[in-house]
């Protein structure tokens, strides 16, 4: 099992950027894949990005594509989300999340079900 802190959010004004990060402690950081949830007020949790154990294989979602970037340090039990061009519509609380990968190089989890630790959550704002 691994545990999950967020970090990064804030306000910020549309057109913004901020870095999220997400520390992981426990073993074996480097044998999950790791992704990135929102959920804005009175919403449901929606998935965001995700990437591959090794950090090589990236997915987003169509909202978010070219926006924003995923990516991990495994060296740093650290995964990462760059986000820029903030709209508006991106004020949520992000979740880190990781998901089990049965030891497969190139899977990557796409939704909740796929993803077994949460972090508590960062609040990103539109300061607008």
């Known amino acids: 099992q691994v545990q999950l802190v967020e970090s990064g959010g804030g306000l910020v004004q549309a057109g913004g950027s901020l870095r999220l990060s997400c520390a992981a402690s426990?073993?074996?950081?480097?044998?999950?894949?790791m992704g990135w949830f929102r959920q804005a007020p009175g919403k449901e949790r929606v998935f965001v990005a995700s990437?591959?154990?090794?950090?090589?294989?990236?997915w987003y979602s169509d909202s978010v594509k070219g926006r924003f970037t995923i990516s991990r340090d495994n060296a740093k039990n650290t995964v990462y989300l760059q986000t820029d061009s903030l709209k508006p519509e991106d004020t949520a609380v992000y979740y880190c999340?990781?998901?089990?990968?049965?030891?497969?190089?190139?899977?990557?989890?796409?939704?909740?079900?796929?993803?077994?630790?949460w972090g508590p959550g960062t609040q990103v704002t539109d300061s607008s």
């Open positions: 990437i591959n154990r090794s950090g090589t294989i990236p």
């Open positions: 426990g073993s074996n950081f480097d044998s999950y894949t």
């Open positions: 999340a990781a998901g089990p990968t049965e030891g497969s190089f190139y899977y990557i989890g796409r939704g909740p079900r796929d993803f077994t630790s």
